[in-house]
């Protein structure tokens, strides 16, 4: 009779045994990444023989299990133990109505593990190696049947044997094969996930300015899921593109590979704050799988729901497509939604320009920008459909850049207004046009809106106040002109002037990051609330100085000084969002305030110059001949306004000066948690690219001249931009 011995040595003259015989024994013991059994103790186990006969088990408070008086061969062991208790977040996942989740108990034990490595890496060697005939590498995927909801598997040093299950032919699908009369030891990988970090305080703090600044930018990629499109027959999905939301969160993050790319393009790395959390409350990405889920099922053609039917938005040459694409992912303490922003240049602009205020519909109270809450409406279908199916009661934190920052702010006050609902809702905003009339904006007062302006962006002041137009209405005589930067492509609106209606209106409050030069050498930044729209919105300041019978005057492209990056998210927000964050937790270690006596002097002169330069406008327009009318007064109206401004400004400034931070302010709800925001903080402090000494991210150094005058990159303080386009990335 052949034995196995001779099948292990010839795997090419592998048989069926002749002559199976019992008596065999196996014993095995599953560990940790410390060789610890103790997480795996009580567990119910199954072996299955080369005979197809079945032994149950339990394994022992030391991880132990044995098996006595099996036949020949190798034998194969599952555990496919359903969790019965009732912890959260456990219970729900099963119970829920919609993808409910075939958790083991096995998976809620590796879930209480933890890496050895902080990387997640696979160890090299495991104490409970020195007790074991053969040692393997496995994870919970290998050991029970239904798989799509677990993580993908990762390289081990030590793989299970697959040339045994080919031995044990169909009995050997399902499992982990183990050599007979041997002592067989298991590392069990843990079950862990990272997750973004994100505070879920309604409070403003620079953790979640940074983090989401990161959320909306990914939301300009695609979805990533191979294959793409329904119907799809394969049992499984895969998530390679990268960046992709898809690949993040179905991937990446699942593996514990710290992912940082959102852009294609993008070289430098900006990473994410992680922690790290029990593989169940990552942020999920739902399962495929048309055995277990009906609506996988390939037979329902073009209305199969796949992972990318369910999370992601992308409605370009669908029918009364609005060119709008978004995502949207939970985990049990909150769901993120995050709206792209312009992106398709020349689509993204028509929709843009149609600045015709519609009624809110039965959202709420006052007149929307038309295009903007068209695109409003589908990520409204695609949120309501996710929260239907997921919503448990979490805070619901949404984000979006230029055009998708406008999208979101409609979006959220619809979601705060639905019959029947409650939803907690954080709405974080960058370089975002204004989307309403000042009734909705009033409407919309307790809608937790931070609006972040980054230095000189240009795309906060569009549309202007005063303009209620229509696409596709062109007087070459009295146009407003919009520029694509890339292209180079005008649209020419007219109609722009909105005396009978109310004006568009900014909502939210204001976060704005601001260069300080000081020469030609030395500069640093500030992230404040100035609330003066000379400052944030050069173009504002502009319509108000440079007005000719109530429109505009506009200086060709080429004559504007304009840095694209400031309205880009990978060259102008996430880095400044990282300065600013960087320059935070400086002032919290150091107990210092936010703003030094330099910079406050330095603004402050600057501030002075605005008010004058409005002072001395204003003058001009009283002592002018002009004939009075309806346009000139709402000028001279506009200057009193923006003075009033400044002055405020200048409080603030004030303020910020004799204040010092707090850890809420820095960190939100994880300033509550130091053991594990110190442990986040040291993963991300880990990357070089955190320790840069990046002038903008520190306080300037105190030997700065004083007759140096302060400027923002370059242009003095104050001084008006007139480009208005959101359609640059």
């Known amino acids: 009779m052949t034995t196995f011995d001779e099948e292990v040595k010839h795997p090419l003259n592998s048989r069926m045994f002749a002559c199976p015989a019992q008596g065999n ?60 208790g009732k912890a959260l977040p456990y219970k729900d996942l099963i119970q829920r109505d919609h993808y409910p989740l075939p958790i083991t108990e096995l998976q809620v034990r590796a879930e209480q593990t933890r890496y ?31 798989v799509a909801h677990l993580p993908p598997e990762v390289e081990a040093h030590y793989p299970p044997n697959k040339h045994w299950a080919k031995l044990m032919r169909e009995h050997g699908k399902q499992g982990v094969c183990l050599l007979p009369n041997k002592h067989n030891v298991l590392e069990v990988r843990p079950l862990r996930a990272l997750r973004p970090m994100l505070s879920t305080d309604s409070q403003f703090c620079a953790l979640n300015l940074y983090q989401l600044a990161l959320m909306a930018t990914l939301s300009y990629n695609p979805f990533g899921q191979e294959p793409k499109k329904p119907p799809i027959w394969e049992k499984t999905v895969s998530f390679p593109v990268q960046p992709s939301m898809g690949n993040w969160f179905g991937d990446a993050l699942a593996r514990f590979d710290e992912i940082w790319k959102v852009d294609p393009g993008q070289t430098g790395a900006y990473y994410p704050l992680y922690e790290d959390v029990p593989y169940s409350k990552r942020l999920e990405i739902a399962p495929f799988d048309p055995d277990l889920y009906p609506a996988n099922s390939p037979d329902l053609g073009e209305e199969q729901e796949t992972p990318a039917k369910v999370h992601f938005l992308d409605d370009r040459g669908q029918k009364n497509d609005t060119d709008t694409q978004a995502f949207i992912t939970h985990n049990d303490e909150l769901v993120l939604i995050s709206v792209r922003g312009t992106s398709e240049l020349l689509a993204d602009a028509l929709r843009d320009a149609d600045a015709f205020q519609t009624p809110f519909g039965k959202e709420g109270l006052g007149k929307v920008h038309r295009g903007f809450y068209d695109a409003a409406l589908k990520v409204y279908e695609l949120s309501i459909n996710y929260l239907e199916k997921f919503y448990t009661g979490q805070k619901l934190i949404i984000c979006g850049h230029s055009l998708g920052g406008a999208i979101t702010l409609l979006l959220s006050e619809m979601l705060r207004r639905r019959t029947g609902y409650e939803y907690k809702i954080v709405l974080y905003t960058y370089g975002a046009p204004r989307a309403a009339d000042s009734t909705f904006v009033k409407g919309a007062a307790d809608l ?30 009295a146009a407003l002109t919009f520029f694509n930067a890339p292209l180079g ?100 270690t150091l107990k210092h305030s936010l703003v030094t006596d330099e910079e406050f002097e330095h603004i402050s002169r600057a501030l002075a110059t605005i008010i004058e330069q409005l002072r001395f406008k204003r003058r001009m327009l009283g002592d002018s ?19 009033d401004k400044v002055h405020m400004t200048f409080e603030r400034l004030k303020r910020l000066r004799q204040s010092t931070i707090n850890e809420n302010r820095v960190y939100g709800s994880f300033s509550t948690q130091p053991d594990l925001l110190s442990e986040c903080l040291l993963r991300w402090d880990a990357h070089p690219e955190n320790k840069v000494p990046e002038q903008l991210a520190m306080t300037p150094a105190p030997d700065v001249d004083d007759d140096l005058l302060a400027s923002i990159n370059g242009h003095a303080v104050g001084a008006p931009y007139t480009f208005d386009i959101d359609s640059l990335f």
């Open 625 to 643: 001949p002009t004939p009075y009318s309806r346009a000139h007064e709402l000028t001279i109206n506009a200057l009193n306004r923006e003075v």
């Open 489 to 588: 492509i005008a649209g020419f609106v007219a109609g722009i002037t909105n005396l009978t209606g109310e004006p568009y209106e900014h909502h939210g409050t204001l976060q704005h990051f601001m260069p300080v030069a000081f020469g030609a050498i030395k500069k640093s930044s500030i992230m404040w609330e100035p609330g003066c729209d000379t400052i944030t919105e050069h173009a504002a300041c502009t319509l108000a100085i440079h007005q000719n019978n109530g429109l505009p005057e506009r200086a060709g492209f080429i004559a504007q000084i304009f840095d694209a990056d400031n309205h880009s998210m990978t060259g102008g927000y996430i880095p400044g969002c990282w300065a600013a964050l960087r320059r935070w937790q400086e002032a919290l």
């Open 25 to 84: 024994w196996t014993s095995f013991k599953f560990v940790d990444e410390l060789g610890e059994g103790l997480s795996y103790a009580g567990l119910n186990y199954s072996v299955i023989d080369s005979e197809g006969q079945v032994y149950k088990g339990t394994l022992d408070r030391s991880g132990i299990g044995k098996v006595d008086n099996h036949f020949s061969g190798p034998i194969s062991i599952i555990l496919v133990q359903k969790y019965t």
């Open 116 to 146: 050895v490595h902080n990387d997640g890496s696979r160890t090299q060697s495991n104490p409970a190696q020195a007790c074991a005939d053969y040692f393997c590498q496995v994870e919970v995927r290998h050991l029970v049947k239904h």
């Open 448 to 477: 937790v809106h931070y609006r972040m302006v980054n230095h000189n962006d240009p795309v906060p002041s569009v549309p202007a106040t005063w303009m209620n137009t229509k696409p596709r209405v062109y007087l070459p005589g």
